[in-house]
């Protein structure tokens, strides 16, 4: 499980684009913290237990940000042997050409486990943040790229037409908690955004879709019907991680990351221009 959430600036805003992300995951799985790569051109977290050392959401020198998502689904369904999902947001974010690596992943989507991915880049003419791109290979009857234009929009574990209630809710909450952005800085933004949205641990009962996508009753899945992930003690799997990316109109990027590692929150901050 984990959630997405977006706003896309009006030309003239303070702030181009605000992204917040909810990681939830094995709350003991090896991942490392907000960093850059190697060749210093892509900044993300790592999931060391990954064969591919993969993220679920990144950004590169340019602006361009990759976010991965799973698309839930019942044990009995999942593929084993099949390559990972991690290594998508790293070849979306190493190509030149985002048509491209669309038509592919296209036309490559049913090797993969359940999936949702989201492009985001800026226009190259305006400079802009105005659409997002979107790719779910499971609980569809076509698999496709979806364009959005919509200022908010939110994405989690099933396709966008069939939305978890925690996303519909989602979208509202985390609409408000930006509606004065223009007056706010951006470690006000990242701090209200963690507080009021990624924390948020009201369940909505009952969601037929996510009882159809786990097949587990409502007594096991009400976890995971809230924005924030957390299950009882014991269970060792919930939301582990926030991660709040901010592009104000001069290009600056700000990105935090605040990430659950052995029972302790811990911050990380970074910043950078976008390099043309």
Sequence with gaps: MCIGFIKLGKPGDRYKLIVLNN?????????????????????GGTDQADECKGTWLAINKNGKIGMLLSITQPKNQKMTNCPSRGQICHQYLNTNNSH??????????????????????????????????SLANKYVEDVEVIRNYDS?????NSPTNIPFKKVLRGENIFEECLADSENMETFEIFENLVEQVAK?????????QIQ???GYSETMYAPLSSIFVEFPSGL????RCHTVIIIDKFDKVTVFER????????????????YE
Excluded at 23 to 43: A, H, M
Excluded at 200 to 208: A, E, F, V
Excluded at 236 to 239: D, I, K, L, R, V
């Design 23 to 43: 990681r939830d995951e094995d709350l003991n799985r090896e991942t490392s913290k907000l960093d850059w790569n190697d060749q210093k051109t892509i900044l």
């Design 259 to 274: 990430r659950r590692e052995n029972g302790k929150w811990l911050d990380e901050m970074k910043e950078f221009e976008i």
């Design 152 to 156: 908010i929009q939110v994405y989690s």
């Design 236 to 239: 060792e799997y919930g939301t």
């Design 212 to 214: 159809l996508q786990t």
């Design 100 to 133: 491209l690596f669309f038509e592919t992943l296209l036309k490559n989507s049913q090797i993969f486990n359940g999936f949702q991915f989201v492009g985001i880049e800026r226009n190259e003419k305006t400079g802009e943040y105005s659409e997002v791109l």
């Design 200 to 208: 948020n641990k009201t369940r909505h009962l009952p969601d037929s």
